[in-house]
């Protein structure tokens, strides 16, 4: 599975947009690239997935460039809700049931 | 749907006592998975199941800790003996083969004393 490195920290203010950058270099072929948040006393939840290029939902935007070596999950006009941790992950195909692997994540702390 | 539901949502208990921790995954959901979260370890997957057969436990410590899915509706994780460095909350997820993310349970913290 491909290891992800992503920064340990960020402090925003309300109304800003918020970028986390995730990278992972040995990203496979068929490997997915998702995204979780967690906020305390509760379990993770997902957010969004992406293979290339951009996808976007309802809550957030994920840009993959070409090299897929990298992701950036753009979280726009951020709000004190939204502090949280984030994770990035990077594993199977979008319909393996295969297990994937958290790391550190990113504890967004957004500021009035 | 209630989503995935684990209970308790609290247990302390005793060094040496048996514990156990259930789930209930998400009808129709043909994986689970169990993760144990601490701050010095983060989120470690410990053990999850394909169609109710166990596929990889080799995040699961050691022997102290099984895990068992009888049917499709229910997965026990069970702790014996328990010992203080257990202390941590456990979560439980489930997953569709055609959907992109898991559902997380709301977690059991379990502390042992």
């Known amino acids: 599975l491909a290891k992800t490195t992503q920064p340990i920290s960020m402090d925003s203010y309300e109304g800003q947009e918020v970028n986390i950058t995730c990278s992972h270099n040995?990203?496979?072929?068929?490997?997915?690239i998702t995204w979780y948040q967690q906020f305390p006393s509760q379990g993770p939840r997902f957010i969004i997935q992406?293979?290339?290029t951009k996808v976007t939902n309802e809550v957030a935007s994920l840009f993959i460039p070409a090299d897929r070596k990298s992701s950036t999950l753009s979280l726009p006009r951020v709000s004190l809700s939204d502090t949280a941790v984030y994770y990035c992950?990077?594993?199977?195909?979008?319909?393996?049931?295969?297990?994937?692997?958290f790391g550190q994540g990113t504890t967004l702390q957004v500021k009035p | 749907d209630a989503g995935v539901i684990q209970s308790p949502r609290h247990e302390v208990t005793e060094m040496g006592q048996e514990v156990t921790l259930r789930c209930k995954p998400i009808?129709?959901?043909?994986?689970l998975f169990w993760y144990r979260q601490t701050m010095m370890r983060g989120l470690e997957l410990l053990i999850y199941?394909?169609?109710?057969?166990?596929?990889?436990d080799s995040g699961m410590p050691e022997d102290r800790f099984s895990a068992k899915m009888p049917n499709a509706s229910f997965s026990t994780l069970k702790i014996q003996p328990s010992e203080p460095r257990d202390s941590a909350v456990y979560f439980c997820?489930?997953?569709?083969?055609?959907?992109?993310?898991?559902?997380f349970g709301s977690g059991t913290r379990l502390t042992v004393v």
């Open positions: 997820a489930s997953r569709d083969s055609l959907d992109y993310g898991y559902t």
């Open positions: 040995n990203i496979a072929t068929n490997d997915y």
């Open positions: 992406g293979y290339k």
């Open positions: 992950l990077v594993g199977g195909d979008s319909s393996n049931t295969g297990k994937l692997i």
């Open positions: 009808s129709g959901h043909n994986s």
């Open positions: 199941f394909n169609n109710n057969v166990p596929i990889d």
